[in-house]
Structures are given as structure tokens and as C-alpha cells.
């Protein structure tokens, strides 16, 4: 089974306006954390946000929440007032203190088009 | 600035001439470790090392190398390089290796080998 799902290969948005970007996750694990990463079409991986499974309220930064649903096992991102630069791929990640590896498992993507 | 560095950022090889993509840190991280991205697949471990001269096999470590002689320091090593390892190479680091550590990445290497 994943451990990772986004269900969203493609959205878009206007300009200003918020999206929010699915992500549920699968994990026994009782201590985890939860990510989100933004893919430019230049290739690099940028960290936006993180949120820690015992986290009692959701993540911000900036512009970037972390709508955090520990009980249906989902944590989606929220984009506010959408730029054009937010145009780019989005992974969510999650890891697990009891991976063995501590590896980041990764979904496999939503690209997010801002139009003007 | 805190980062990670990756060289180079583009390599073009042929069929079996060994190179090495060279990954530094300079935010004392003690989690070091190699992803690459392939369309259709997503991003899959390589190697990863949870401190210096401790390193270990991630999901497809076959026809990689890695040495941590050094804390800031985690090498990749493609000894006989061959087409099938065309891919994008992103080196990463966290303070730790616990779920809790953001992995903070470098711009990526795009790899070619013909």
C-alpha cells in the first residue's frame, strides 16, 4: 500500500486566489512528520512546511498552512493569495521515526498552474 | 547561508567512465543521503548515512558508491556508469535522522549517460 497519496495530478487556480492540495498518508508509526516540498520547473527541491504527528495545532509559513487531520490520516497544504511563482510541482513527504532508513517518503506529486 | 551544495549541476558521461557528484553542508547535520528522481517513479533513496563512517543501502543502491569520511561531506560514486542510471540526483541533509528533522536538499544534479 502507498504511503503516500495525492489524488490531485494537476490543479489550477487564479491568480489571489487560495488551493488547497491533498495529501493523505498510511503509517503504524505513532511518531511521524508530515512535509510538503514545491518543484519548480528548474528542478530544484525547496522545504516549504512541516508538521510533527504530536503537533496540537496545524503548521503555517507564510503564505503555506498544514491542514493537519490526524484522525483521517490527511495533511493538506494550503496555498493563500496564489502567485504566479507558485506554479511548480508539490510533494508531500512523510517520515517515520521506525523507518529503519529515516527516509523521506515521498508522493507522487501535484502540479499546481497559477493563470493570471 | 545554510545549504546544500551539489557539483555539478549537469554531467554528461558515456557508458562506463567512472565520476563522482560531490555533496557538502555546512549546517552540521548528521543525516546525509542520496535520492534520484525518474518520471513515472518518483524519488527513491540510494544511499544515506546517519553519521560519519555509517552509511547504508537505500532502495536502489545497485551500481552506486558512498563514502562519509567527513561530517559536511557525503560523495556519489557511479564506478561504471550505464544508461539506466540517466537520472535527476538530489543529495539531502537533516539534523537527525528522526521524523521530526526536515531534509533540506540540494538543487540536483541531472545526470546523462550515453
Known amino acids: 500500500a502507498q504511503k503516500i497519496t495525492q489524488t490531485q495530478p494537476g490543479m489550477f487556480v487564479q491568480e489571489k486566489e487560495a488551493v488547497t492540495l491533498d495529501c493523505t498518508y498510511d503509517t503504524s508509526d505513532p511518531s511521524y512528520g508530515l512535509f510538503w516540498y514545491k518543484q519548480p520547473s528548474s528542478g530544484e527541491m525547496i522545504f516549504l512546511i512541516y508538521q510533527g504527528s504530536y503537533d496540537q495545532q496545524n503548521a503555517t509559513e507564510g503564505r503555506y498552512s498544514l491542514n493537519f487531520q490526524k484522525a483521517r490520516k490527511s495533511a493538506n497544504l494550503v496555498i493563500s493569495a496564489s502567485q504566479l511563482g507558485d506554479s511548480a510541482m508539490y510533494f508531500c513527504a512523510m517520515r517515520e521515526d521506525q523507518g529503519g532508513s529515516e527516509k523521506l517518503v515521498f508522493g507522487k506529486g501535484t502540479k499546481l498552474t497559477v493563470n493570471p | 547561508e545554510a545549504q546544500v551544495t551539489q557539483n555539478p549541476r549537469y554531467l554528461i558521461t558515456v557508458t562506463g567512465k567512472k565520476l563522482t557528484v560531490t555533496c557538502s553542508q555546512n549546517m552540521n547535520h548528521e543525516y546525509m543521503s542520496w535520492y534520484r528522481q525518474d518520471p513515472g517513479l518518483g524519488l527513491r533513496q540510494i544511499y544515506y548515512s546517519m553519521n560519519v563512517e555509517v552509511t547504508d543501502k537505500g532502495d536502489v543502491p545497485e551500481g552506486y558508491k558512498v563514502s562519509r569520511k567527513e561530517k559536511r561531506n557525503f560523495p556519489l560514486i557511479l564506478e561504471s556508469p550505464s544508461p539506466n542510471q540517466t537520472s535527476l540526483y538530489f543529495c539531502?541533509?537533516?539534523?537527525?535522522?528522526?521524523?521530526?528533522?526536515?531534509?533540506?536538499f540540494g538543487n540536483g544534479t541531472r545526470l546523462t549517460v550515453t
Open positions: 539531502a541533509s537533516s539534523l537527525t535522522g528522526g521524523g521530526y528533522s526536515p531534509l533540506h
